[in-house]
């Protein structure tokens, strides 16, 4: 795989383990990505989505992904930064990427960093000010401790075919949007910018996002530029910085 050279690499919407990927296809491209990365490579983003389910416990985690695993954390092992940015589709982590992997799990909705020179805000994208309606509560729920004590309390067997059921259900109604400034993640910049600049901050040079599955890129109206990674449907998607 033919990797572009740069520092600091995000991705998003793996979505490994699809019932509609029987034979691992985006699980081996990832698994070349992760592999391929040069050694100069500083940073690596996660920003969601990465398992199409992923719910861990203190004793149990999900069967697969040995290799990935692996490759993470020879990432970290050799002095590369990893982070990961629970999705949708993957939030219910507890300490097992930090423990066993060295990987940085980053629970906030957004972070805004310095890179490069550049300020970055990066995220999956599910934020609850991107959304609204059901997809308002369905964040709620998933970011409730009540409801996730009341998951983890349930039969492991059970909550892994709940998720997987909710997982494909959930696809199948994904429609991309071809429009990128009709999106929630696009007001939710120009707001973010806004309000930085209200509050005296400095303005953001770019917004990474994933969780729309539609790469775009788009200036935004209160300053910078939004970038919303593709996911990994048609093959590698990712942004190297």
């Not at 990465?50 to 416990?57: A, G, K, P, S, T």
């Not at 998933?142 to 004590?149: D, L, N, T, V």
């Amino acid at each position: 795989m033919d990797v572009r050279q740069g520092k600091y690499y995000f991705t998003a919407d793996v979505h490994m383990g699809m019932s509609d990927d029987p034979h691992g296809v985006r699980e081996q491209a990832f698994l070349d990505f992760l592999r391929s990365l040069p050694q100069d490579t500083q940073r690596l983003y996660l920003l969601g989505d990465i398992f199409d389910f992923w719910i861990d416990y203190k004793s149990v985690a999900p069967r697969g992904y040995v290799r990935i695993l692996a490759a993470l954390a020879d990432l970290t092992d050799r002095g590369v930064q990893v982070f990961f940015y629970p999705g949708n589709h993957d939030w219910w982590v507890t300490d097992y990427f930090e423990k066993e992997l060295g990987v940085k799990v980053v629970k906030e909705y957004c972070t805004v960093m310095e890179l490069d020179g550049k300020t970055i805000c990066l995220g999956h994208g599910d934020m609850p000010l991107a959304a609204k309606g059901k997809a308002r509560l369905i964040f709620h729920l998933f970011h409730s401790k009540f409801w996730i004590a009341v998951l983890r309390a349930m039969p492991v067997r059970f909550i892994f075919w709940l998720a997987r059921t909710w997982s494909a259900s959930s696809r199948s109604k994904h429609r991309p949007d071809p429009d990128i400034t009709t999106t929630g993640l696009y007001k939710f910049a120009d707001k973010f910018g806004r309000d930085r600049a209200a509050a005296g901050e400095p303005p953001v040079d770019l917004y990474i996002f994933g969780h729309i599955h539609t790469p775009a890129r788009a200036q935004i109206p209160s300053g910078g530029e939004l970038l919303i990674l593709g996911d990994w449907s048609a093959g590698p998607s990712y942004f190297c910085l």
